[in-house]
């Protein structure tokens, strides 16, 4: 048995839970988010848990059987709490700002980067330097930062580019005179 599917989900009081044959959507303080069940797992839900269920002991349904239910842990941390990832840009004349559903980054390029913010996704800048996506959906939000790190990922020289908060940049050494 899987060690992460066997443990049932427990769905909070804040959260109201629906299930309806193979389709599973949460409703919280954050919002509401759905999903479709895999039709070769079993889902029950009693006494405010979720327990997900595999029928065989099949490859296939031993990694979906795990699968599922952390899909199912994240959606209900999603709808009680959310997802926050941070960003630092690092670099002279480096920075980010939010303007509407636009962010806006200056990254040394000849032209400024517009990235348009996507449903369900809150960008914010508490600095110039500083870039926090939060949302309910953690897949969106991790796609999101991926993204905009993507823009100028981190260099190993001088350490310039854009990285998730607390990463670490193996640094290399320059040319050296000999």
């Known amino acids: 048995m899987s060690r992460i599917g066997k443990k ?10 629906d299930l309806s044959g193979k389709h599973l959507s949460l409703q ?10 895999h039709p070769r797992l079993g889902v029950v839900l009693k006494d405010g848990q979720i327990e997900i269920t595999r029928p065989t002991n099949i490859r296939t349904d031993r990694a979906l059987h795990g699968l599922t239910r952390s899909l ?9 709490q959310g997802f926050v ?16 559903k636009i962010f806006n980054l200056s990254l ?12 369900g996704i ?9 870039v926090v996506v939060s949302g309910m959906d953690k897949q ?9 790190r993507g823009f100028y990922e981190p260099e190993p020289y001088k350490g310039k580019g854009i990285h ?6 193996r640094r290399k050494q320059g040319k050296t005179v000999g």
């Open 28 to 37: 919280g303080p954050k919002g509401k988010l759905e999903m479709a069940i």
């Open 85 to 100: 990832k941070e960003l630092e840009i690092v670099g002279v004349g480096f920075k980010g700002q939010v303007k509407g």
């Open 72 to 80: 199912v842990q994240n959606m209900v941390a999603g709808v009680t």
């Open 8 to 17: 049932p989900v427990t769905v909070p009081n804040a959260v109201k839970a």
């Open 140 to 148: 969106k939000v991790g796609q999101a930062a991926a993204e905009i």
């Open 108 to 119: 040394g390029f000849t032209h400024p980067i517009d990235y348009v913010i996507p449903d």
């Open 122 to 130: 809150e960008i914010k800048c508490p600095n110039p330097t500083r």
């Open 164 to 169: 998730y908060v607390g990463e670490v940049i």
